[in-house]
């Protein structure tokens, strides 16, 4: 309903922390358990983006040196779908805890399948690597929304730090990709690549130590389950997931068998599944009779912020595939005499928002003190039409690598200054808000929502990745940054609605 009383029937969550009061500003004027959740993000986020950092130049490499040998675009395409997988897992993962495990026991247990996943990559096998893969995007699914339900538990919804815990808790983001393609980049290109997949998993083993050793900060924060499911459910929901497991082995298996079976179709039916299953999820979670009216609007402006990061992250995520290939083939790798691997230009963005994140958290306390930050909308708007921007700037750069030239590293690291900007206006922002507007039986199940507009972004981006084959490099640019200007004006044109249904939530 439009900014009116708030009905509620479902009371918003109370401060879970059960850390005493002597801790409540012991990290940075934080409660003491989100030091726990940074470091454990910290080291999880190392390992991801440290395995990401070779991921599609690893999928790349022909055969006979090593890798899976795909073709560039092929390549890319797999590298997007695998990004949507492992943040569409985040909706089961964020089922599991509101209504089996509870958030805290699911971050472990994703936290140890990842780590296993890592390791798998570090053996020199094809189906160990395949089966890697697999296994990091379900620990991932488990680990990622649920790290940050706690985050959020940690503090009464009204709490006024509760953005900045969020804020604190994205530096730890950055601080672990920052320092992983230095790192893991480096190995895995320079010594061994398997040595690098291994060096990831060491890095989710550190944050496993973190976690275990510091779980006694957190208080009651995610110590159990949202929801709890009735045996009935439970056995309804093993059932369903029985059934479906079996049906695409069946699949799979008659496929290959036929001769059919290609990558390209698994890009396709991830991307199916990745832009159908948000929009039944919604369907779904409307359609709860036990929602409030204020509920079900906040609902509805949850879902324009969900499509404007879907766009977002379309483009944003391509800094791993499109971009790292670009560094790879197009860049001159040396800045005055000193060479570096392509992966390092992973670590630019996260560099960028190590140094300016406390910029912009000081810019809308600044602001707020005057009553003139910009609305959620408003921000979101600024943020598709910075993403656009960046992919035009990347059409500019296209040109100037024209006919075999290979061009200077900072057109790179102007596009990846302009995404990040774009993004401290959008991630962060969406990231707490998602917290506020969810009903509160679905606190997790919303965050892993959250995620899948990452998954329906990068399941897009599996087939626009395929332009490639059929325009030029630098239309390839041109055309998704248009795409992402037009969406940022549509919300822009809309912030007045969109507040609206919002309700009381800032």
């Given at each position: 309903?439009?900014?009116?009383?708030?009905?509620?029937?479902?009371?918003?969550?109370?401060?879970?922390?059960?850390?005493?009061?002597?801790?409540?500003?012991?990290?940075?004027?934080?409660?003491?358990?989100?030091?726990?959740?940074?470091?454990?993000?910290?080291?999880?986020?190392?390992?991801?983006?440290?395995?990401?950092?070779?991921?599609?130049?690893?999928?790349?490499?022909?055969?006979?040196q090593g890798g899976i040998g795909l073709d560039s675009v092929t390549a890319a395409s797999?590298?997007?779908?695998?990004?949507?997988?492992?943040?569409?897992?985040?909706?089961?993962?964020?089922?599991?805890?509101?209504?089996?495990?509870?958030?805290?026991?699911?971050?472990?247990?994703?936290?140890?399948?990842?780590?296993?996943?890592?390791?798998?990559?570090?053996?020199?096998?094809?189906?160990?690597?395949?089966?890697?893969?697999?296994?990091?995007?379900?620990?991932?699914?488990?680990?990622?929304?649920?790290?940050?339900?706690?985050?959020?538990?940690?503090?009464?919804?009204?709490?006024?730090?509760?953005?900045?815990?969020?804020?604190?808790?994205?530096?730890?983001?950055?601080?672990?990709?920052?320092?992983?393609?230095?790192?893991?980049?480096?190995?895995?290109?320079?010594?061994?690549?398997?040595?690098?997949?291994?060096?990831?998993?060491?890095?989710?083993?550190?944050?496993?130590?973190?976690?275990?050793?510091?779980?006694?900060?957190?208080?009651?924060?995610?110590?159990?389950?949202?929801?709890?499911?009735?045996?009935?459910?439970?056995?309804?929901?093993?059932?369903?997931?029985?059934?479906?497991?079996?049906?695409?082995?069946?699949?799979?298996?008659?496929?290959?068998?036929?001769?059919?079976?290609?990558?390209?179709?698994?890009?396709?039916?991830?991307?199916?599944?990745?832009?159908?299953?948000?929009?039944?999820?919604?369907?779904?979670?409307?359609?709860?009779?036990?929602?409030?009216?204020?509920?079900?609007?906040?609902?509805?402006?949850?879902?324009?912020?969900?499509?404007?990061?879907?766009?977002?992250?379309?483009?944003?995520?391509?800094?791993?595939?499109?971009?790292?290939?670009?560094?790879?083939?197009?860049?001159?790798?040396?800045?005055?005499?000193?060479?570096?691997?392509?992966?390092?230009?992973?670590?630019?963005?996260?560099?960028?928002?190590?140094?300016?994140?406390?910029?912009?958290?000081?810019?809308?306390?600044?602001?707020?003190?005057?009553?003139?930050?910009?609305?959620?909308?408003?921000?979101?708007?600024?943020?598709?039409?910075?993403?656009?921007?960046?992919?035009?700037?990347?059409?500019?750069?296209?040109?100037?690598?024209?006919?075999?030239?290979?061009?200077?590293?900072?057109?790179?690291?102007?596009?990846?200054?302009?995404?990040?900007?774009?993004?401290?206006?959008?991630?962060?922002?969406?990231?707490?808000?998602?917290?506020?507007?969810?009903?509160?039986?679905?606190?997790?199940?919303?965050?892993?929502?959250?995620?899948?507009?990452?998954?329906?972004?990068?399941?897009?981006?599996?087939?626009?990745?395929?332009?490639?084959?059929?325009?030029?490099?630098?239309?390839?640019?041109?055309?998704?940054?248009?795409?992402?200007?037009?969406?940022?004006?549509?919300?822009?044109?809309?912030?007045?609605?969109?507040?609206?249904?919002?309700?009381?939530?800032?």
């Amino acid at each position: 309903m439009a900014g009116g009383t708030e009905l509620r029937d479902v009371p918003e969550p109370a401060p879970a922390s059960g850390a005493p009061p002597e801790d409540e500003h012991a990290f940075f004027g934080h409660p003491r358990g989100l030091a726990t959740l940074f470091m454990t993000e910290l080291w999880e986020r190392f390992s991801f983006y440290g395995m990401r950092s070779l991921l599609v130049l690893f999928l790349a490499l022909p055969a006979d040196q090593g890798g899976i040998g795909l073709d560039s675009v092929t390549a890319a395409s797999v590298y997007s779908v695998y990004n949507s997988l492992v943040y569409m897992l985040a909706i089961p993962g964020g089922w599991i805890a509101d209504r089996l495990w509870g958030a805290r026991r699911a971050v472990l247990v994703g936290g140890l399948v990842i780590m296993g996943g890592h390791f798998s990559l570090a053996v020199p096998f094809t189906a160990t690597f395949w089966c890697g893969l697999l296994l990091i995007a379900l620990g991932t699914g488990l680990l990622k929304p649920n790290v940050s339900a706690i985050v959020g538990q940690l503090y009464h919804p009204d709490d006024p730090r509760r953005d900045g815990g969020f804020t604190v808790f994205y530096m730890a983001i950055n601080i672990g990709s920052f320092f992983a393609p230095l790192v893991v980049g480096t190995v895995g290109q320079n010594v061994s690549w398997h040595l690098g997949f291994s060096l990831a998993g060491v890095g989710m083993a550190l944050g496993l130590v973190q976690y275990v050793w510091g779980r006694r900060h957190l208080g009651h924060a995610g110590a159990v389950p949202g929801r709890p499911a009735e045996p009935a459910a439970r056995r309804r929901v093993l059932r369903l997931s029985a059934l479906w497991a079996g049906a695409a082995a069946v699949f799979f298996a008659v496929d290959a068998g036929a001769g059919w079976f290609s990558i390209g179709q698994v890009v396709d039916i991830l991307g199916i599944v990745g832009v159908g299953l948000p929009a039944w999820y919604f369907t779904r979670l409307r359609r709860d009779r036990e929602l409030s009216a204020l509920e079900r609007s906040r609902m509805s402006a949850f879902m324009w912020f969900f499509i404007a990061a879907a766009v977002f992250w379309m483009i944003y995520d391509q800094s791993g595939s499109t971009l790292t290939q670009f560094a790879t083939d197009d860049t001159d790798l040396s800045v005055l005499g000193f060479h570096f691997p392509s992966s390092w230009f992973q670590s630019v963005n996260p560099l960028f928002i190590i140094l300016l994140a406390p910029v912009f958290a000081w810019l809308w306390q600044w602001l707020t003190l005057r009553d003139r930050n910009p609305s959620a909308p408003v921000k979101f708007a600024l943020g598709l039409l910075l993403i656009g921007a960046s992919f035009g700037l990347m059409g500019l750069a296209e040109l100037a690598a024209s006919g075999g030239q290979k061009v200077s590293p900072f057109w790179l690291v102007g596009v990846y200054f302009v995404q990040t900007v774009a993004e401290l206006t959008l991630s962060p922002v969406g990231l707490s808000l998602t917290t506020k507007l969810a009903p509160a039986k679905y606190v997790s199940q919303l965050l892993g929502l959250w995620f899948l507009a990452t998954a329906t972004g990068d399941a897009v981006a599996g087939w626009t990745i395929r332009l490639q084959q059929v325009v030029s490099a630098d239309a390839y640019f041109y055309l998704q940054g248009a795409l992402a200007a037009l969406c940022g004006m549509a919300v822009w044109l809309a912030a007045g609605r969109i507040r609206d249904l919002m309700g009381a939530v800032k």
